[in-house]
Nanobody, 122 residues
Framework: QAQLVESGGGLVQAGGSLRLSCTASGLTLNSYIVGWFRQAPGKEREFVARISWIGGNIGYADSVKGRFTISRDNAKTTVYLQMNSLKPEDTAVYFC???????????????WGQGTQVTVSS
């Protein structure tokens, strides 16, 4: 059974850093794109970043460019999201998901993790 599990969320002060991890099981990730999305209370889920397992094609939302870095560890079937210079508006539940399409649209992603909370205090 395909499963994605996120970890690494927590509470951090503005300007701080966190690294999220997304570990996959039951998926052959070399045929997938892995994306990070986030959802704040009362808001729609939004795209954050994505990476293709083959070739490492990377994309970011404008709101996180220059602050967040997505990367992968092929051996560990894990995707990371390094988040630096965090702002209170980054507060949300962060989800990782997999897709067979290079896309920033959540509707194109098939498997989703349960999410991890990131809270940035001012």
């Amino acid at each position: 059974q395909a499963q994605l599990v996120e970890s690494g969320g927590g509470l951090v002060q503005a300007g701080g850093s966190l690294r999220l991890s997304c570990t996959a099981s039951g998926l052959t990730l070399n045929s997938y794109i892995v994306g990070w999305f986030r959802q704040a209370p009362g808001k729609e889920r939004e795209f954050v970043a994505r990476i293709s397992w083959i070739g490492g094609n990377i994309g970011y939302a404008d709101s996180v460019k220059g602050r967040f870095t997505i990367s992968r560890d092929n051996a560990k079937t894990t995707v990371y999201l390094q988040m630096n210079s965090l702002k209170p508006e980054d507060t949300a539940v962060y989800f990782c998901a997999s897709s067979r399409i290079l896309s920033s649209r959540s509707s194109n992603y098939d498997y989703w993790g349960q999410g991890t909370q990131v809270t940035v205090s001012s």
